[in-house]
């Protein structure tokens, strides 16, 4: 990886990817048709929280002031009342002024990315981060970097290098490094004071961290979208913003992200409606249903030119995330909206699982003294080592992995680097790269696919369901282990796609979200 330059600029290329996006006269023929729906049920709970713009505030009339969330200062609470579906948090919104552009931004565990799209445009847009560093990817690192006392430095990976430039000055330990913090709010009791871990062993408020990469993501979105319209300045307020969740997290959780996003300045409380939380895998359904047959790798729909084109067609999105696996069952009603089939499921069973466990198979391979002095010392090539191996899990039978010099240095102090690997017929060592056999990287990915497995039968088992398709979307759908076995599995009774883009789904899907946001007319 290159070395970084003194003075660090933003990791990404203000050049952004586009691609093809619905008309505005079909976005609005499918609103109107949603809107007329009445499957819609108020929540005890509100997901909308909004706060801090520079939009001047609007009067809020009695039902949503008296809607507004009673909490604590203390705890974000669940509410007593069952709701039927936390997913109804994504409600129809009453819109004061129409937003101008809709931005999705996927916060994901490994990644955090985003992408926009203008009202009547026809495309959708992201930019490419880390050229500068030897990446060109349509995410950047979920890592932020704090200072000393606490104040905001970096995100992404300008964090990383930043850190690894202070760690070779023994700086390190006075800065607050956070890297894929997302999961920390799965399966947790969620307060506002919530603490987080750093790097440094040092805590810091979760509500800031997660408050201040929103908030990052947010100004790097104004200011590319204002670089694409000749220099007009957009504000937040001019903006419809959907942020897209897990659908296996609690309404706690659900709420905690959705109070950072008011704490970042998305929204403000006069217009709480132009904030969506989205369940993940309905926004890559949303992207999925309009999708030609050339948009998924097997280039076949059989039955027509879209899955939104035959009303009645159900079909299910297995979203493979990095830190979670998500599903959801979907049937096209009636102009193009959804009914949700099955009550959204999933698990914590992601492709950070197949990370981990390639992890612990370089600490049993180097020991635990060595691989953890080098993860300590040299996070950017820890972050490099994972990103190319995220790579090798796009390909089946044998892979070779970079192993990076200062893990080679460290090793090398202890014994040569070819007696690690001595007896190891599924990890050999050959010229400065880890060579993992193909039954070696199956059974790195074996946790995973028994946990997608699992998801999956259980839906399929109930009787009153006609899936026809099943649609594996997210970065680690392009697994050939994962996209290799659902298909292997399930195929031969119903048809298995996945579409080209499967990594971007979600954050096309969120923006496409902001512009049809009565979409899914009905939820379990």
Known sequence: MPCPKERM?????????????????ELKTVNEKCANKKHWVKLPFQLNSTEHDMQQPQEMNADEQNDSRKQSKEAIKVPQKQCTSVAKGLRPRTQHQESLV???????TAFTGYS?????????RQPKWGEEYGMNTPKTPTCILFDENKNFLKFGYDAIMTYTRQTRRNEAKKLFLFDDFKMELYGKVLHRDSMMTAKNG????????FSESLKFMKDHALDMIGKHTAGVTYSASDATWVLTVPAIWSAAAKQFMTEAATEAGLVTKSEPERLIVALEPEAAS??????P??????????????IEQISGTQYMVVDCGGGTIDVTVHEVAEGGCLKELHRVSGNNLGGQTVDKNFKSLLREIFSEKVFDEFEENHPSELKR?????SICKRYDGEVLVQCPYNL???ARKVKDIEDYFEGNSDAEWESGQILLSGTMLRALHDNSIRGIENLIEEILQKSNLTIRYILLVGGFALSPYVNGFVKEKFGSKYKVLCPVDAELAVVKGAVMFGMMPNVVESRI
């Open 9 to 25: 600029s933003k990791a990404v290329d203000h050049k952004s990817e586009s691609s093809e996006e619905p008309r505005e006269s």
């Open 102 to 108: 809709s931005i999705g931004i996927d916060f994901g």
């Open 116 to 124: 926009f799209g203008f009202k009547g445009a026809k495309q959708i």
């Open 202 to 209: 040092k805590k810091m408020r979760a509500m800031k961290v």
């Open 286 to 291: 949303v992207w999925c249903k309009q999708l």
């Open 293 to 306: 047959k050339e948009g998924f790798m097997e280039g076949d729909l059989t039955e027509a030119e879209t």
């Open 385 to 389: 080592l994972m990103y190319d191996f």
């Open 408 to 410: 080679q240095e460290l």
